[in-house]
């Protein structure tokens, strides 16, 4: 158990709707990460979130946004869904100090949410 | 960050030591080597990293060269839990702290 937690675990929905994913980070970890897996581009980064702000973005389509609240709790909302954004959609996070800083600092992984669309 | 190069597929027999090599050629000075598995769709797991000097943890030992470009993860005891597909990566610090995922190398722990 990473300490990371996603939910749903699945989500199914049709073609244009819109779901939002939800992550609770470690205890102490200021970042989130959002990442994707599909069978056909491998494990993707999407964008990532430092005590509220974000901080780095990937391969984020605009259909796709992203938030970390106050509590550090983020949320992934995806929407206009299209049958290729079916992936398993993994939230991370770590202590990662700040822009700047020395030091490496591992990133843990939730056990994701499977997203299909239909 | 700097690429990676990793075998797609190894086998190895539970209880041997199962070494997974990664070419990492352009890394830089600054760049630490970072090795993930991943467990059949399950969120990767972290499992050492290192800048220069050999590491040991728990989990595995992570040898790496004096010229720094290429590093094995030793696995001293493969089991069949440590079936998964595992991930070298390397990355700078102080541009954002992602992970850059490639293709991994597949091990097969088998009785």
């Known amino acids: 158990d990473s300490g990371v937690t996603q939910t749903p675990k699945h989500l199914i929905t049709a073609t244009g709707q819109r779901v939002t994913l939800r992550c609770s980070p470690r205890?102490?970890?200021?970042?989130v990460y959002w990442y994707q897996q599909s069978l056909d581009q491998g494990l993707q980064f999407l964008i990532q979130?430092?005590?509220?702000?974000?901080?780095a973005k990937g391969n984020i389509l605009e259909r796709f946004s992203a938030q970390q609240f106050p509590d550090l709790h983020s949320e992934l909302n995806l929407s206009s869904l299209e049958l290729g954004d079916s992936a398993l959609y993994f939230c991370?996070?770590?202590?990662?100090?700040?822009?700047?800083?020395?030091?490496?600092?591992?990133?843990?992984f939730g056990p994701g949410t499977r997203l299909t669309v239909t | 960050d700097a690429k990676t190069t990793q075998p797609p597929s190894m086998d190895c027999a539970e209880g041997r030591a199962a070494n997974l090599p990664c070419n990492h050629s352009?890394?830089?000075?600054?760049?630490?080597v970072y090795w993930y598995r991943q467990i059949h769709s399950q969120g990767p797991q972290y499992i050492i990293h290192?800048?220069?000097n050999n590491e040991t943890n728990e989990m595995a030992s992570l040898i790496i060269t004096e010229d720094r470009k290429s590093s094995t993860l030793i696995l001293p005891h493969a089991t069949l839990r440590d079936t998964a597909v595992y991930y070298c990566?390397?990355?700078?610090?102080?541009?954002?702290?992602?992970?850059?995922f490639g293709g991994g190398t597949r091990l097969m722990v088998k009785p």
């Open positions: 979130y430092y005590n509220g702000e974000e901080r």
């Open positions: 352009t890394i830089s000075g600054n760049e630490y």
């Open positions: 991370a996070s770590s202590v990662d100090p700040g822009a700047g800083s020395s030091g490496s600092y591992e990133q843990y």
């Open positions: 290192g800048l220069k």
């Open positions: 990566i390397v990355r700078r610090h102080n541009a954002g702290n992602m992970l850059t």
């Open positions: 205890s102490g970890d200021l970042s």
